[in-house]
């Protein structure tokens, strides 16, 4: 039987019970969301979305989504101290249409990246992280540049052991540590310079979504190609998708591209005057 978004209201009502909790529906949205009753603290979930990694991965991911949720509010609702947890900082990236504040109204720190990219900080709390706002920060009397420097030196620590396959004679290397900080190690400027060095061709990077980078040693035109569905498809499949763009990387600088089937990549910035 075909799951509705009536019926799946129904299942994640039924999933989030909680006498502290209140859940709501949008019909004309559809979009449930659950919150705290005193804070109003919540997360809201686009039902459709929900339904199609339904058919695709059935009980699995409503029990996912179920426990990241869960997890997501608990974090919510504690307090949390920048000092002394110097260690368990670290920067994430996301798409630049990512959200500035928290649904409270709290402003996010961020720092610029790329076009496509922005960096915010996050406090690993174990099981999840809670990104970090401009509160906590004034709480504690840290500076933005602190939390980056942090962030920064924290990224540089994480393991960096890459998975390599060879197509159409280009060379493709895989970071997927499953840490959720995947896509952060495009932060960790000497891994990307030691994989320039070894290059043959061009070095291209993509974070299409938050659990995994892509290092491309591009040495023929069909490299973009194979690139470009690659990242597309990672982006697609993403649980925080960030960027179907890859880039290249020059100069210590990153240029995101538009890959033309059968063609090699104009950089992004060509397309501001059109």
């Known amino acids: 039987m075909k799951m509705t978004s009536i019926k799946m209201k129904r299942l994640l009502e039924e999933r989030l019970h909680h ?5 709501s529906f949008n019909r004309d949205k559809d979009i449930f969301r659950v919150e705290w009753k005193d804070s109003r603290q919540g997360i809201s979930i686009t039902i459709p979305n929900v339904i199609a990694k339904y058919e695709q991965r059935g009980e699995e991911a409503i029990e996912d989504l179920e426990y990241h949720i869960k997890e997501a509010l608990h974090v919510m609702n504690q307090s949390h101290e920048l000092t002394g947890q110097e260690k368990n900082i670290f920067p994430v990236i996301r798409a630049t249409s990512f959200p500035t504040k928290t649904k409270a109204g709290k402003e996010l720190v961020y720092t610029d990246h790329t076009a496509e990219t922005r960096i915010y900080y996050a406090l690993d709390l174990g099981k999840t992280y809670k990104l970090i706002d401009n509160e906590m920060l004034e709480k504690e009397n840290w500076t933005v540049e602190r939390i980056r420097e942090v962030g920064t030196f924290n990224v540089r620590s994480l393991s960096t052991n890459l998975k390599q396959d060879k197509v159409a004679e280009n060379d493709f290397y895989f970071m ?6 995947d896509a952060s190690r495009i932060l960790n400027e000497s891994l990307l310079e030691e994989m320039k060095a070894n290059s043959k061709g061009e070095l291209a990077i993509a974070v299409p979504h938050q659990d995994v980078l892509v290092f491309a040693d591009v040495q023929n035109e069909s490299g973009y190609d194979i690139l470009a569905q690659m990242t597309m498809k990672f982006f697609a499949e993403g649980r925080v998708p960030i960027t179907s763009l890859p880039f290249l990387y020059e100069d210590k600088k990153l240029e995101p591209i538009f890959i033309l089937a059968k ?3 104009t950089n992004n910035n060509s397309k501001k005057d059109d």
């Open 19 to 23: 006498p502290q909790w209140n859940t």
């Open 263 to 265: 063609n090699k990549p």
């Open 176 to 181: 997927a540590s499953k840490d959720g900080y």
